[in-house]
């Protein structure tokens, strides 16, 4: 198997810090050195032409977290993100578990079948060694969605605000998110097309909102760092590094985006 080859004969140290016991998730072969953020501790250089959140400031959102999470914990930090990632788990299992209910109409059967097949989704538990914004994002997707679901149900304001809250974070923790956004988007469109009811009106309108204030307040915090010659990777590419099958499988990073930049 071409993919096990590879995976032993791959020397992962360089990637190791033995103090913090972390991998980083990037290797810079030019200046042979880790890949830093640069920004968890004041030091704002990330934005310099060229450097990680120059090229990619759709993560500014989770960087903006776990500076939160550095300045309240300093030392334990990267197991404050680990503990919390672990929260972000039990929010998937018991959140997903309410839309169950809600989507079966409270089906025994399909509530225990999706308990079962929770506990056996080990990726799940896997994730929350990484300090990256997977399980966050989707664990606050997943209350979006009951949020959604309860809504069509019973309507109530606090629900659309934190409707809005929840959709502006997930994009800001993933921009993937935005995909799973679409999604409801349609829903909602499609309901109320089939039948005019403002409530749903109001649901449509409330989710672009969160998106847009998410991103307001991320330009806010950091407008006076942001270089005017620095130009960010287009979105185009990470969707063209998916789908190249020239170095590995589709969907693996590769860092063709990068290099096609």
């Not at 097949?117 to 997707?141: M, R």
């Not at 809005?164 to 995909?179: D, I, Y």
């Not at 990470?238 to 930049?261: C, D, H, L, R």
């Amino acid at each position: 198997n071409i993919i096990n080859k590879l995976i032993e004969d791959t020397d992962f140290s360089v990637l190791y810090n033995y103090e913090q016991q972390l991998f980083s998730i990037g290797f810079n072969i030019e200046e042979n050195k880790l890949d830093r953020v640069k920004i968890t501790d004041i030091d704002f250089s990330g934005f310099e032409k060229g450097n990680y959140i120059a090229t990619c400031p759709h993560q500014l959102g989770i960087v903006t977290l776990l500076r939160i999470i550095f300045s309240i914990l300093g030392p334990d930090r990267f197991l404050g993100f680990r503990l919390l990632s672990v929260l972000g788990v039990g929010i998937i299992v018991y959140v997903g578990y309410e839309i169950v209910r809600i989507l079966t109409k409270e089906n025994t059967f399909a509530e225990i079948s999706y308990l079962l097949l929770a506990i056996l989704c080990f990726p799940l538990y896997i994730y929350t060694l990484f300090i990256y914004g997977e399980i966050l994002s989707t664990a606050v997707l997943f209350i979006a969605a009951w949020l959604l679901l309860s809504c069509l149900e019973r309507f109530g304001w606090w629900k659309i605000v934190a409707l809005m809250v929840c959709s502006g974070l997930s994009v800001q923790l993933r921009q993937n998110s935005l995909v799973v956004l679409l999604g409801f988007l349609v829903i909602l469109l499609v309901k109320v097309i089939q039948e005019f009811n403002w409530k749903r009106f109001v649901m449509i309108l409330v989710i672009p909102l969160g998106i847009f204030v998410g991103n307001i307040l991320i330009d806010v915090i950091y407008h006076e760092h942001y270089q005017e010659d620095a130009v960010a990777i287009p979105n185009l590419l990470y969707i063209a590094m998916g789908t190249n099958w020239e170095e590995q499988n589709p969907g693996w990073f590769s860092k063709y985006n990068y290099t096609v930049f």
